[in-house]
């Protein structure tokens, strides 16, 4: 695609996609634990209805070849409607303030490396129920979200809004955008795992 047609046809759809998913965050941030989790899913349920553009929904099915733009453009819309809900929510409802800067600080106490790796969990998951949602079985989609928030994976679309909101004083630093990056990789991974996987495996 060329940079005009995905601004037009990607971007809008994916800062869309940014703040259903931040609409799930701001129920887990104020009701939490099972409950919050499962509740988040209606963000993930949403992008999936309208067909919009999500990073970890888009990152396992791009082509072979990989058109690298788009996923880029992609992830930068998300982060930009995960930065407009948040600028709102943090007026409008500061209480999510602090738990979400309590997840920051998480993910920065685990270091790039394990949320590296507790990306790739989250990816995998959302490629699968992805997958299946596009063969009309939504159960997996609505039983993912939960499970991958329960698990502690990463969801770099998601962590995007957690981070935003967060205090600028703990936001602005760089070893935030070190953990964020290594999310955001992980989360590729985690989404390409079974079409990588199936490649060495032998058909019969």
């Given amino acids: ?94 209480d999510c303030i602090e738990p979400a800067a309590k997840i920051l600080a998480g993910r920065m106490a685990k270091g790039p490396i394990a949320c590296f790796l507790l990306a790739i969990g989250c990816g995998f998951i959302m490629t699968t129920a992805v997958e299946f949602a596009r063969k009309g079985k939504m159960l997996a989609l609505l039983l993912g979200v939960p499970v991958f928030i329960l698990c502690g994976f990463a969801h770099s679309i998601a962590d995007a809004f ?6 600028s004083d703990v936001l602005l630093s760089s070893s935030v955008l070190v953990v964020y990056i290594a999310e955001v990789l992980g989360n590729f991974v985690g989404c390409n795992l079974y079409r990588w996987v199936t490649i060495f495996t032998p058909k019969e």
């Fill in 162 to 167: 957690y981070f935003l909101i967060s205090p």
């Fill in 1 to 94: 695609m060329k940079k005009l047609e995905l601004i037009r046809d990607i971007f809008p759809s994916a800062i869309l996609a940014g703040i259903c998913i931040s609409i799930g965050c701001v129920v887990n941030l104020r009701v939490g634990g099972v409950a919050g989790a499962v509740l988040f899913a209606f963000g993930l349920t949403t992008v999936v209805y309208y067909g919009l553009k999500l990073y970890t929904g888009t990152a396992g099915f791009i082509r072979r070849h990989g058109d690298w733009s788009m996923l880029a453009t992609v992830l930068a819309g998300n982060i930009v409607g995960c930065l407009l809900m948040a600028w709102m929510i943090a007026y409008a409802q500061p």
